[in-house]
């Protein structure tokens, strides 16, 4: 009971490369409204305790996909990957809102073998191929997570905002480049295109290496998904939700995770 | 054809019944300062929802350095950007223009403006902003009546000096 228990976290915490406990995954935008020819700009990747420090690990952006106004992927530039951090360079050539993310779809597997614990991460594919069939006391999970930000070049729009319909997505009802201190905004969490009520939400503001307390805000959602924030002061927020079900595609997985970030800048009055 | 009627027509509908005038006056204070560079302004008309109804006036750097065209550093305006900037396709003829020295600028709009001239006599508030290279950012706002006779100021304290507005019908 207590080794299944122990494998059971083990694989959560495969399964969560990103949302591992207590540590904060995240993209860093140098900045989110812009304007002018063909503006660029940087964004830094990083797992860590502190926002928005680098101190712990590099976000891996394997996964990266970068949406441009008109709806199409666009490829980053000069990615770099750094003991603390990812770095990576984006191009902003439309106008309008580009909507920058990591989104990882991962399997995962743990099983015995030769008496010895093996583990194991992939994709629904691979997992066909690489997963013994005849494997041991095998626990199968599944996770479909996010890492958000957004940056808009001229005037915002919202192509590039539409969910996917998979996981646990944010809407926005506020454009998420249009927050400014002092005023509400809202937004709708909806897993796999329907309202996720009840879930819980926690907004915390960066520079927490510069104050003695998270001073997070713990928001919940309305039965129709939504919640509204009334941000106290202007500042880059980290924004997070998770949650879970049993809806997987994997018929072996009995659970499946799911975990929303976002990055996003409120601007002074 | 028909688009140069409806084209006529509607340069007829901007015509306004009434006339007004407003003067306007902005202080850009002489500031003690190592590296000065002069302010990006925007003066604009904003109705009683804060809704951007008329820009009277932007000045930014027109050209191009090695940093980039003058037009990168317009969402320093923060409000003016949030509120209408960003929806507008700069360069603006009458409206857009280079940034301006230290001292007082005098500016007159009266009902010829078009997009003053398209609002219905009333209460409306002027606002100024100014946002300066490594420096600050200051947004002034007076209220005055278009249509009727009155006057405002409001007294900057950073990026911004006096500013006064003046109306007559």
Known sequence: MNKT?????????????????????????????????????????????????FNHVPLKTDNLAITAPDGTTVAAQNAATGK??????????????????????????????????????????????????????????????????FVTNGTPNETALKPSGVGLELVPV???????????????????????????VEITRGGTRYRNAQDELKLKTNA????????????????????EDNKTTVKQARQRRLGYVATLEVLPQ | MRVQLTIALSGLLALPAYSAEIDVQVQIPQLNVAEYHRPYVAIWVE??????????????????????????????LRQWWRRSGRTLKVPVDG????????????????????????????????????????????????PFKWGGAGSGKAQGSSELGLVSVTSKP
């Open chain 1, 5 to 53: 228990l122990k494998l059971a976290t083990l694989a959560l915490a495969l399964a969560l490369p990103l949302a591992a406990q207590a540590h904060k995954a995240w993209l860093q935008p140098s900045q989110t409204v812009l304007a002018g020819n063909n503006p660029w700009v940087t964004v830094d990747a990083a797992v860590s305790n502190d926002l928005f420090y």
């Open chain 1, 84 to 149: 603390y951090r990812t770095v990576f360079d984006v191009e902003l050539k439309q106008t309008g809102t580009y909507r920058i993310g990591v989104v990882n779809n991962y399997v995962t597997g743990s099983w015995e073998e030769d008496g010895k614990p093996k583990r194991w991460r992939g994709t629904e594919a691979t997992f066909a191929t690489e997963v013994p069939k005849d494997a041991k006391k095998l626990q199968v999970g599944q996770s479909v997570s996010r890492v958000e930000t």
């Open chain 1, 174 to 200: 506020t454009h998420p480049n249009d927050l400014f201190a002092g005023e509400e905004a809202k937004f709708r969490f909806q897993i796999d295109g329907k309202p996720a009520a009840d879930l819980e």
């Open chain 1, 224 to 243: 129709q998904g939504e919640f509204t924030v009334k941000w106290p002061e202007a500042g880059m927020y980290w924004l997070e939700a998770n949650s």
């Open chain 2, 47 to 76: 109705g009683a929802d804060q809704k951007a109804l008329a820009n009277l006036a932007v000045w930014y750097q027109q050209k191009s350095t090695s940093e980039g065209h003058g037009t990168k550093w317009l969402p320093d």
């Open chain 2, 95 to 142: 409206v857009t223009g280079p940034t301006r020295p230290v001292g007082m600028h005098a500016l007159r709009f009266d009902a010829q403006h078009p997009e003053l001239g398209k609002l219905p006599p009333g209460d409306y508030t002027l606002v100024v902003e100014a946002a300066r290279e490594v420096g600050g950012r200051e947004l002034l706002k007076v």
